[in-house]
Structure formats: structure tokens, C-alpha cells
């Protein structure tokens, strides 16, 4: 069977009592409001325009050439304050602040550890200011086990070490396996086995006892391959680097 695929543009986005317009101009955005207005007027909703909200993106960038994670650490922390910020002001459901937890926190946490894959205890010492405004909201304990959010209807929050290991170990699977990457891969199995000193590739070896290495606390490979083996996910390699 086959499936035809459409793109389809998105101007909007609606959860419950909570409106995004989306638009890529400012004449875009007015026009997208002047609809509001009228849709609002013909079904007798209103709507407080106090409340409304202006997010632009400016495509800007920030690096750092010294290769240090603390300057991927910064950016994620800064990311949690800035939306903390946001939300504990506002009067919203703790279901609410749960969504816009997995919907929006989430991927771009996920985008800004892309380069860097910290431990559990540092990812979840990232979020806990966010899952403490998840249980405030919900009138619970700052003492609540997380497994209750991580699995309680109708929160169901997605665990974040596991979200963003997920993604590391994707885009890793998909150099590895990808023909075009297929050198590339070679090269960091490579080095990653020649600073080792490791006999074997380093996919088929326990990996624990260089786990304690500083410079490998943060490394997206090292760490990728070390936190799966623990979940038991194998890395189907169809090469073996010569050390």
C-alpha cells in the first residue's frame, strides 16, 4: 500500500482555552488577529487581551570555542529559568504545565543538549525546578516521588534523561548506518577506542570503568554507548574499527 504525502502550513495552534497564532511576518500576525477578532465576535466568546503574548524568533545563535560542556550545562539551566519565569506567575492547571512540560521544555532541552549527553542526576538536576512547578500547581508535596508524574494520569510526563539519551542514541544509529556518515563513523569509533586503550571496539566492551573520566562525563558517543548498554540497546554496527 502506498501513502501520498502533503505538506500542510500551520497557522495556529489551540489546547483547550490557550490560542498560538503563527505567522511569519507582522502583517501576517495582524491578519491572523483581525480573523481571531471576527471568529471571537461571531461566536460571542471573549477573549482578554491583556494576557496576550508576543514571541518572536530572531534566528540568532550562541557558541562557545572551547568545547566545554558547562557552556551546554549554562544554556540548559537558563532555558528552565526562563520558562520557570514564565509559568509560575501565571493561573494554569498543573495538566497544563505538564503539556507545555513534554510539548515545549522538552525538544528544546532536547535541541540544546544535542551536542552533550549529561547523567541522569545532572538532566534531572537541570528539570527539577520545572517538575517543582508541575507539583505546586497540582497542590502536591515538594516530597511527591516523581514516579507519580512520570506515570499519574493525566500528568504523564515524559522522563527527560530518557528523552534526550533517546535522541543521542538516534542521530548515533543513524551515522553509524547511514553510508553517506560511514567514514565519519569510523573515525569516532576510532578515536573514541583509541583513547580508551581498549582492545575491542568500543560498542562490545563494558564501558564502567572509564565512566568516571572526566573529560568523557559529558562525551554524546561515550556516553550514548555507556547508558544504553545499561538499558540493554544493542548498536547494530556492519563495521569493526581496527584500534
Known amino acids: 500500500m502506498e501513502f501520498e504525502q502533503h505538506s500542510l502550513p500551520v497557522s495556529h495552534l489551540t489546547f483547550l482555552d490557550d490560542s498560538t497564532l503563527i505567522a511569519s511576518s507582522k502583517s501576517g500576525i495582524e491578519d491572523q488577529l483581525s480573523i481571531t477578532a471576527e471568529f471571537y465576535t461571531l ?8 494576557k496576550y503574548v508576543l514571541l518572536f524568533s ?16 549554562k544554556q540548559a539551566r537558563s532555558i528552565v529559568k526562563d520558562m520557570a519565569a514564565l509559568l509560575t506567575p501565571k493561573k494554569l492547571l498543573a495538566q497544563h504545565v505538564a503539556y507545555l512540560y513534554n510539548a515545549v521544555f ?3 532541552l532536547e535541541f540544546r543538549l544535542q551536542t552533550s549527553l549529561f547523567s541522569e542526576s545532572i538532566v534531572q538536576s537541570i528539570i527539577s525546578l520545572m517538575l517543582s512547578i508541575i507539583k505546586r500547581k497540582a497542590g502536591l508535596a515538594s516530597t511527591t516521588p516523581l514516579t507519580l508524574l512520570y506515570l499519574k494520569i493525566p500528568f504523564s510526563i515524559h522522563h527527560a534523561f530518557c528523552h534526550v539519551l533517546s535522541s543521542h542514541i538516534a542521530s548515533w544509529q543513524k551515522i553509524f548506518t547511514h553510508p553517506d556518515f560511514q567514514d565519519f563513523a569510523n573515525y569516532a569509533i576510532s578515536y573514541l577506542q583509541g583513547f580508551l586503550g581498549a582492545e575491542s571496539c568500543p560498542t562490545t566492551i563494558d564501558l564502567t570503568p572509564w565512566s568516571q573520566i572526566l573529560s568523557l562525563r559529558s562525551h554524546s558517543l561515550f556516553n550514548s554507548l555507556f547508558f544504553s548498554s545499561r538499558l540493554n540497546i544493542t548498536w547494530p554496527l556492519s563495521f569493526w574499527p581496527p584500534r
Open 106 to 108: 522538552l525538544p528544546r
Open 43 to 50: 461566536n460571542n466568546v471573549q477573549a482578554n487581551s491583556a
Open 58 to 73: 530572531s534566528d540568532s545563535f550562541s557558541f562557545s570555542l572551547s568545547a566545554s560542556s558547562q557552556f551546554v550545562l
